[in-house]
């Protein structure tokens, strides 16, 4: 526990004003968070459907091919294969189905070339052990930054991570203890943690009325919940992607 006497001190070393992050090339984002923080666990939180998937997506691609800056990514929901192939439809500004189904014209094989060399330089690394531990999650993320300078985690199902399988807490509160940790980690290693979170899918007004209280992963510290933020922002992402490469 810090005293408010400490943290007023520690806030007088840091400066007020030149607090811009890491960029993610969607303005009205940047311009609402002033870009990715150091040191924060971010919940990119909505409702299924609403795209926060494709948008975290989209953001990973944007602040590491165009600002450069090393991404790690662990998957616990799908494997590398198919979101490497998201990342390339994403990217080149076709459809995941279009690229799955194949036959393409001469214009598009030529783009989807140039977007896998593209993406192979940018420094992003992708794990998706289906069966990830806490700890060992951890130790992965102090390699990353040891030897690549990591400074973005993204974590895509963290509910599928496990603390402690002897443990008699429910899964809820189990849930509480890796995102407080997750926190932690953030703040300790200095680097900025997002996870994705998704609201139970609403069937009816009673249920839209209690998710205005439906709680999130505690112990964050920058939560964003942008549910009109996405509606507009993903609706590029997913629809007209070849508008989101920015100069």
Known sequence: MKSTSTLLRRLEKEPLHNTEGFKTDFPEFDKFTKGLQLGQLIVMAGRPGMGNLAFTRCLVLNT???????????????????????????????????LKRGGYSEEITEK???????????????NDDLEFSLSMLKA??????????????????????????????????????????????????????????EFPEIKNWKQQ???????????????????????????????QSEEITHV
Do not use: C
């Open 209 to 239: 009325q209690r998710l205005q209280f439906y709680k999130t992963p505690s112990g964050t510290k920058n939560l964003l919940i942008i549910e009109k933020l996405l509606n507009a922002l993903t609706q590029t992402a997913e629809l």
């Open 112 to 126: 989807l070339n140039q977007t896998k060399q593209i993406i192979a330089k940018a420094p992003i690394f992708i």
């Open 140 to 197: 992965k993320i102090k390699q990353h930054i040891s030897v690549f300078g990591m400074k973005l985690l993204v974590i895509n199902g963290y509910h599928l991570l496990t603390h402690n399988p002897d443990s008699k807490l429910s899964r809820k509160q189990e849930l509480d203890i890796i995102s407080q940790e997750l926190k932690l980690l953030a703040e300790d290693l200095n680097i900025i943690v997002l996870i994705t979170h």
């Open 64 to 98: 590491s091919i165009r600002h450069h800056n090393p991404v790690a990514i662990f998957l616990l929901e799908e494997s590398s294969k198919t979101y490497l192939q998201k990342m390339i439809a994403t990217e080149a500004g076709i459809s995941h189905y279009e």
